[in-house]
């Protein structure tokens, strides 16, 4: 039994033209009077201004178009990071549900042991503060010492050098040190939590 080859077949739908052939001017190419009915964008920079070409030339076209052409690698990397959420902004899950946890494990609390919590254990914090706790693995209060020796203890475990280019090790690398920042601040300021 002999096995077909699947061949991708180009269909005519394929090469639609975006204007009808009757209402394009010329192709943009130079030299060229073919009518110009497919679009183009005009730079990465431009996407929504369009150039008109003809079939031939539409194609030599894609064939040369390089979205990323004068992109350093620092922008690539953005751009397939932002991709992934459809270049819109996002939001922390924590930010939507406040303090939906901490009532819901107090309401737990009180339908256990039949007694109502009257002690909360640490003030209600601010989410950025307690990512930052999270990330450095820390727990509230604190104090300079201890933050700067839990610091270095995570600085020495990711630290890029010691890791030989594991990505994620950097990227925490990057998050301890923001964190550190962020909870040295909190302790600079006057006690508002």
């Known amino acids: 039994m002999t096995e077909k080859k699947k061949t991708t077949k180009s ?3 394929d090469f639609a033209p975006h204007i009808s052939l009757e ?3 010329p192709c943009d190419s130079a030299g060229c009077m073919e009518p110009g009915a497919y679009k183009a964008p005009k730079s990465r920079d431009a996407l929504h201004e369009y150039r008109w070409f003809c079939l031939d030339h539409i194609r030599e076209h894609n064939e040369k178009w390089d979205y990323f052409d004068g992109a350093g690698a620092d922008e690539i990397e953005y751009f397939v990071k932002d991709a992934v959420t459809g270049h819109r902004p996002t939001w922390q899950r924590e930010s939507r549900i406040r303090g939906q946890y901490s009532k ?3 309401a737990l609390y009180e339908f256990l042991s039949g007694t109502k919590r009257t002690d909360p254990s640490s003030p209600p914090l601010k989410p950025k503060l307690r990512k930052a706790l999270l990330v450095i693995d820390l727990q509230y209060p ?3 010492q201890e933050l700067k020796a ?3 203890t995570m600085v020495k475990k ?4 010691v890791n030989k280019g594991d990505k994620r090790s950097e990227e925490t690398f990057k998050q301890v040190a923001m964190a550190y920042h962020t909870l040295l601040e909190q302790l600079k300021k006057p006690s508002n939590v």
């Open 150 to 152: 839990q610091y270095r």
């Open 11 to 13: 269909r005519k739908s």
């Open 142 to 144: 604190y104090t300079e």
């Open 158 to 161: 990711h630290h890029p050098d």
């Open 104 to 106: 819901l494990h107090d």
């Open 23 to 25: 209402d394009a001017l």
